[in-house]
C-alpha cells in the first residue's frame, strides 16, 4: 500500500533562517507530487507541483522554492524565512491518470 | 484563474443533516471533489464527482452539483460529532494537473 511521509510534524524557526521540509512517498512510482500552504483561517494554497524528476512548477512567487532530487522525494525550501511563510505545510500526491489525491500529515511551521 | 468559494462556517445538531455549499467560477473544470480535515491533520478524499453527473450518493454523503449554476453542494445526513472538521471542495480541469481548492467550511456538530 501507499503512504506519504512528511517531517519534521512541527517546527519553530527564526526569522532569516533557512528552511527544508522534507516529503516522501512510498509504494508508488511517478507520483505527481505537489505542496500546499494552509495559513491560519484560509484554504489550501498551491506552491508547487511536479510531474516527474527535476520537473518543478511554481505557482506562486515567494521566496520558497521546491526541488524533487529522487522519483519520491519532494523537498520545500527557502533561504531566509519571512514571518509570513508561517503555516502549514501539506505534500500531496496523485497516480498519474486516477483522480484521489492523497495528502501528507502536515508540517506546522512557526516563524518567530 | 479559478477562483473556489464556500462559507466559512456551520453549525448543526447531532442527528441533522449538514449542507455545504461551493461556488466555483471555472466551467471547465471536469472533476470536484470533497475533502474532509480534522484538526492538525492532512486532508482526507470523501468523495469526488464527474462535471458530467448531477448527483453521487455514497453513504451518508450526498454531492450534488449545479453545473448551470457553478454550485456544488456535500449533504451528510444524520451528522454526528466526529463529523466536525473543515470540508473542503476543489476542482480539477482534465488534461491539467492542478487542483483549485476553496477555502474550506468549518463545521461544528452539536451533542
Known amino acids: 500500500s501507499q503512504t506519504i511521509h512528511q517531517w519534521p510534524a512541527t517546527l519553530v524557526q527564526p526569522v532569516g533562517s533557512p528552511l527544508s521540509l522534507e516529503c516522501t512517498v512510498e509504494?508508488?512510482?511517478?507520483?505527481?507530487l505537489y505542496w500546499y500552504r494552509q495559513a491560519a483561517g484560509r484554504g489550501l494554497q498551491l506552491l508547487f507541483y511536479?510531474?516527474?524528476?527535476?520537473?518543478i512548477s511554481s505557482e506562486v512567487p515567494q521566496n520558497l522554492s521546491a526541488s524533487r532530487p529522487q522519483d519520491r522525494q519532494f523537498i520545500l525550501s527557502s533561504k531566509k524565512l519571512l514571518l509570513s511563510d508561517s503555516g502549514f505545510y501539506l505534500c500531496?500526491?496523485?497516480?498519474?491518470?486516477?483522480?484521489?489525491?492523497?495528502f501528507g500529515p502536515g508540517t506546522r511551521l512557526l516563524v518567530l | 484563474g479559478e477562483d473556489v468559494e464556500q462559507s466559512l462556517f456551520l453549525s448543526v445538531r447531532e442527528g441533522d443533516s449538514s449542507v455545504i455549499n461551493c461556488t466555483y467560477t471555472?466551467?471547465?473544470?471536469?472533476?470536484l471533489y470533497w475533502y474532509k480535515q480534522e484538526p492538525g491533520a492532512g486532508l482526507q478524499l470523501l468523495t469526488y464527482?464527474?462535471?458530467?453527473?448531477d448527483m453521487k450518493q455514497d453513504q451518508r454523503l450526498t454531492v450534488l452539483l449545479n453545473k448551470k449554476d457553478k454550485h456544488l453542494s456535500l449533504r451528510i445526513a444524520d451528522t454526528q460529532t466526529g463529523d466536525s472538521a473543515i470540508y473542503f471542495c476543489?476542482?480539477?480541469?482534465?488534461?491539467?494537473?492542478?487542483?483549485?481548492f476553496g477555502t474550506g467550511t468549518r463545521l461544528k456538530v452539536l451533542a
Open positions: 471555472d466551467s471547465s473544470s471536469t472533476y
Open positions: 464527482i464527474f462535471s458530467n453527473m
Open positions: 476543489a476542482g480539477r480541469t482534465s488534461g491539467t494537473y492542478k487542483y483549485i
Open positions: 509504494g508508488t512510482s511517478n507520483p505527481n
Open positions: 511536479s510531474v516527474g524528476i527535476g520537473q
Open positions: 500531496a500526491w496523485t497516480k498519474q491518470g486516477q483522480e484521489t489525491q492523497y
